[in-house]
Antibody
Framework: EVQLVESGGGLVQPGRSLKLSCAAS????????MAWVRQAPKKGLEWVAT????????YYPDSVKGRFTISRDNAKSSLYLQMNSLKSEDTATYYC?????????????WGQGVMVTVSS | IQLTQSPSLLSASVGDRVTLSCKGS??????LAWYQQKLGEAPKLLIY???SLQTGIPSRFSGSGSGTDYTLTISSLQPEDVATYFC????????FGSGTKLEIK
Protein backbone atom coordinates (compact mmCIF):
# COMPACT_ATOMS: atom_id res chain seq x y z
CA GLU A 1 0.00 0.00 0.00
CA VAL A 2 1.36 3.38 -1.00
CA GLN A 3 1.81 5.67 2.00
CA LEU A 4 3.06 9.24 2.16
CA VAL A 5 3.45 10.78 5.62
CA GLU A 6 4.36 14.44 6.01
CA SER A 7 5.97 16.02 9.06
CA GLY A 8 7.69 19.21 10.15
CA GLY A 9 4.86 21.70 10.03
CA GLY A 10 4.04 24.28 12.65
CA LEU A 11 3.91 27.96 13.52
CA VAL A 12 6.74 30.11 12.19
CA GLN A 13 7.36 33.86 12.08
CA PRO A 14 7.46 35.76 8.79
CA GLY A 15 10.93 35.76 7.27
CA ARG A 16 11.99 32.58 9.03
CA SER A 17 12.58 29.10 7.62
CA LEU A 18 10.99 25.69 7.96
CA LYS A 19 11.74 22.27 6.48
CA LEU A 20 9.05 19.74 5.70
CA SER A 21 9.63 16.02 5.30
CA CYS A 22 7.66 13.26 3.63
CA ALA A 23 8.30 9.58 4.36
CA ALA A 24 7.26 7.29 1.52
CA SER A 25 6.55 3.57 1.66
CA UNK A 26 4.80 0.86 -0.32
CA UNK A 27 6.48 1.63 -3.64
CA UNK A 28 9.93 2.06 -5.18
CA UNK A 29 10.45 5.72 -4.29
CA UNK A 30 13.44 6.23 -6.59
CA UNK A 31 11.31 5.41 -9.66
CA UNK A 32 8.93 8.33 -9.25
CA UNK A 33 8.91 12.08 -9.67
CA MET A 34 7.58 13.63 -6.47
CA ALA A 35 5.93 16.94 -5.65
CA TRP A 36 4.58 19.27 -3.00
CA VAL A 37 1.13 20.80 -3.38
CA ARG A 38 -0.38 23.28 -0.92
CA GLN A 39 -3.82 24.47 0.03
CA ALA A 40 -4.41 27.72 1.88
CA PRO A 41 -7.27 27.65 4.41
CA LYS A 42 -10.63 27.42 2.66
CA LYS A 43 -8.87 27.83 -0.70
CA GLY A 44 -7.95 25.76 -3.72
CA LEU A 45 -4.88 23.71 -4.54
CA GLU A 46 -1.56 25.13 -5.72
CA TRP A 47 1.38 23.12 -7.06
CA VAL A 48 4.55 24.18 -5.21
CA ALA A 49 7.46 22.05 -6.41
CA THR A 50 8.47 18.92 -8.33
CA UNK A 51 11.66 16.87 -8.33
CA UNK A 52 12.87 14.27 -10.80
CA UNK A 53 13.68 10.69 -9.85
CA UNK A 54 17.38 11.36 -9.34
CA UNK A 55 16.91 14.81 -7.92
CA UNK A 56 18.84 16.43 -10.76
CA UNK A 57 15.86 18.42 -12.02
CA UNK A 58 13.55 20.61 -9.98
CA TYR A 59 10.59 22.75 -10.97
CA TYR A 60 8.81 25.61 -9.18
CA PRO A 61 6.09 28.16 -9.86
CA ASP A 62 7.07 31.81 -9.69
CA SER A 63 5.30 32.23 -6.34
CA VAL A 64 7.98 30.20 -4.50
CA LYS A 65 10.96 30.17 -6.88
CA GLY A 66 14.11 31.30 -5.08
CA ARG A 67 12.58 30.77 -1.63
CA PHE A 68 11.64 27.07 -1.61
CA THR A 69 13.90 24.11 -2.38
CA ILE A 70 12.68 20.59 -2.99
CA SER A 71 15.06 17.68 -2.43
CA ARG A 72 15.00 13.93 -1.92
CA ASP A 73 16.97 11.10 -0.37
CA ASN A 74 16.23 7.93 -2.32
CA ALA A 75 18.14 5.79 0.18
CA LYS A 76 15.72 6.92 2.87
CA SER A 77 12.62 7.09 0.62
CA SER A 78 12.16 10.64 1.79
CA LEU A 79 11.14 13.94 0.21
CA TYR A 80 11.86 17.36 1.63
CA LEU A 81 10.79 20.97 1.19
CA GLN A 82 13.04 23.69 2.55
CA MET A 83 11.05 26.90 2.87
CA ASN A 84 12.94 30.15 3.41
CA SER A 85 11.84 33.78 3.74
CA LEU A 86 8.36 32.64 4.65
CA LYS A 87 5.43 34.99 4.11
CA SER A 88 1.93 35.03 5.55
CA GLU A 89 0.59 33.91 2.18
CA ASP A 90 2.58 30.67 2.55
CA THR A 91 0.18 29.63 5.31
CA ALA A 92 -1.37 26.40 4.07
CA THR A 93 -1.64 22.68 4.38
CA TYR A 94 1.25 21.14 2.45
CA TYR A 95 0.73 17.82 0.74
CA CYS A 96 3.38 15.42 -0.50
CA UNK A 97 2.22 13.83 -3.76
CA UNK A 98 3.49 11.24 -6.21
CA UNK A 99 3.63 12.03 -9.92
CA UNK A 100 2.34 9.22 -12.10
CA UNK A 101 4.92 10.02 -14.76
CA UNK A 102 7.37 12.85 -15.35
CA UNK A 103 6.85 16.52 -14.61
CA UNK A 104 3.86 16.78 -16.97
CA UNK A 105 1.70 14.22 -15.22
CA UNK A 106 -1.05 13.91 -12.70
CA UNK A 107 -0.66 13.05 -9.00
CA UNK A 108 -1.91 9.57 -8.17
CA UNK A 109 -1.22 9.42 -4.43
CA TRP A 110 -1.24 12.12 -1.76
CA GLY A 111 -0.25 12.28 1.87
CA GLN A 112 -2.61 13.55 4.56
CA GLY A 113 -0.89 16.91 4.69
CA VAL A 114 0.90 19.04 7.26
CA MET A 115 -0.13 22.52 8.36
CA VAL A 116 2.24 25.48 8.13
CA THR A 117 1.20 28.75 9.74
CA VAL A 118 3.26 31.87 9.09
CA SER A 119 2.40 34.51 11.65
CA SER A 120 4.05 36.82 14.15
CA ILE B 1 -3.08 27.73 -18.37
CA GLN B 2 -5.84 28.97 -16.08
CA LEU B 3 -8.75 26.69 -15.26
CA THR B 4 -12.26 27.98 -14.53
CA GLN B 5 -14.68 25.62 -12.82
CA SER B 6 -18.42 26.05 -12.75
CA PRO B 7 -20.56 26.19 -10.84
CA SER B 8 -18.66 27.00 -7.65
CA LEU B 9 -21.49 25.47 -5.62
CA LEU B 10 -23.88 22.78 -6.75
CA SER B 11 -26.79 21.37 -4.79
CA ALA B 12 -28.46 18.22 -6.09
CA SER B 13 -30.61 15.34 -4.89
CA VAL B 14 -29.57 11.74 -4.33
CA GLY B 15 -29.93 9.87 -7.59
CA ASP B 16 -29.52 12.96 -9.77
CA ARG B 17 -27.18 13.08 -12.75
CA VAL B 18 -24.63 15.79 -11.96
CA THR B 19 -22.32 17.61 -14.37
CA LEU B 20 -19.33 19.72 -13.34
CA SER B 21 -17.49 21.93 -15.80
CA CYS B 22 -13.85 22.89 -16.20
CA LYS B 23 -12.71 25.35 -18.87
CA GLY B 24 -9.11 26.11 -19.75
CA SER B 25 -7.71 29.41 -20.97
CA UNK B 26 -5.85 27.44 -23.66
CA UNK B 27 -6.03 24.02 -25.31
CA UNK B 28 -5.36 21.32 -22.66
CA UNK B 29 -4.92 18.48 -25.18
CA UNK B 30 -6.83 16.08 -22.91
CA UNK B 31 -4.17 16.28 -20.18
CA LEU B 32 -6.80 16.83 -17.54
CA ALA B 33 -7.55 15.07 -14.27
CA TRP B 34 -10.28 15.34 -11.66
CA TYR B 35 -9.84 15.10 -7.89
CA GLN B 36 -12.36 14.66 -5.11
CA GLN B 37 -11.62 16.22 -1.73
CA LYS B 38 -13.82 15.45 1.24
CA LEU B 39 -13.78 17.70 4.28
CA GLY B 40 -10.56 17.32 6.23
CA GLU B 41 -9.06 14.82 3.79
CA ALA B 42 -6.41 14.83 1.09
CA PRO B 43 -7.49 15.00 -2.55
CA LYS B 44 -8.25 11.67 -4.24
CA LEU B 45 -7.69 11.02 -7.94
CA LEU B 46 -10.89 10.13 -9.80
CA ILE B 47 -10.19 10.61 -13.50
CA TYR B 48 -6.98 11.12 -15.51
CA UNK B 49 -6.28 11.87 -19.18
CA UNK B 50 -9.81 13.32 -19.48
CA UNK B 51 -11.74 10.05 -19.32
CA SER B 52 -9.69 7.27 -17.68
CA LEU B 53 -11.16 6.06 -14.40
CA GLN B 54 -8.65 5.55 -11.61
CA THR B 55 -8.58 2.06 -10.10
CA GLY B 56 -11.14 1.63 -7.35
CA ILE B 57 -13.29 4.59 -8.32
CA PRO B 58 -17.01 3.79 -8.82
CA SER B 59 -18.19 3.66 -12.40
CA ARG B 60 -20.81 6.35 -11.75
CA PHE B 61 -17.95 8.82 -12.21
CA SER B 62 -16.95 9.65 -15.78
CA GLY B 63 -15.03 12.33 -17.61
CA SER B 64 -15.23 13.81 -21.07
CA GLY B 65 -14.12 16.78 -23.10
CA SER B 66 -11.56 18.10 -25.51
CA GLY B 67 -9.72 21.29 -26.37
CA THR B 68 -10.51 23.78 -23.64
CA ASP B 69 -13.77 22.31 -22.27
CA TYR B 70 -14.00 19.33 -19.93
CA THR B 71 -16.72 17.72 -17.82
CA LEU B 72 -16.98 15.43 -14.82
CA THR B 73 -20.27 13.55 -14.62
CA ILE B 74 -21.72 11.62 -11.72
CA SER B 75 -24.46 9.45 -13.19
CA SER B 76 -26.39 8.90 -9.95
CA LEU B 77 -25.42 11.10 -7.01
CA GLN B 78 -24.79 9.28 -3.73
CA PRO B 79 -24.57 10.79 -0.22
CA GLU B 80 -20.87 9.88 -0.02
CA ASP B 81 -20.17 12.05 -3.07
CA VAL B 82 -20.49 15.23 -1.00
CA ALA B 83 -17.11 16.87 -1.53
CA THR B 84 -15.26 19.57 -3.42
CA TYR B 85 -14.11 18.57 -6.90
CA PHE B 86 -11.02 20.05 -8.53
CA CYS B 87 -9.88 19.79 -12.12
CA UNK B 88 -6.14 19.81 -12.85
CA UNK B 89 -4.22 20.27 -16.10
CA UNK B 90 -0.73 19.03 -16.88
CA UNK B 91 -0.41 20.06 -20.50
CA UNK B 92 1.30 23.41 -19.99
CA UNK B 93 2.56 23.92 -16.46
CA UNK B 94 0.65 22.36 -13.59
CA UNK B 95 -2.52 24.14 -12.48
CA PHE B 96 -5.70 23.41 -10.58
CA GLY B 97 -9.16 24.83 -10.95
CA SER B 98 -10.77 26.66 -8.05
CA GLY B 99 -13.16 23.82 -7.29
CA THR B 100 -16.86 22.97 -7.29
CA LYS B 101 -18.45 22.24 -3.93
CA LEU B 102 -21.12 19.56 -4.27
CA GLU B 103 -23.89 19.32 -1.69
CA ILE B 104 -26.95 17.15 -1.25
CA LYS B 105 -30.25 19.02 -1.56
Amino acid sequence: EVQLVESGGGLVQPGRSLKLSCAASGFTFSNYYMAWVRQAPKKGLEWVATISTSGSRTYYPDSVKGRFTISRDNAKSSLYLQMNSLKSEDTATYYCARHKGGYYSYFDYWGQGVMVTVSS
Amino acid sequence: IQLTQSPSLLSASVGDRVTLSCKGSQNINNYLAWYQQKLGEAPKLLIYNTNSLQTGIPSRFSGSGSGTDYTLTISSLQPEDVATYFCYQYNNGLTFGSGTKLEIK
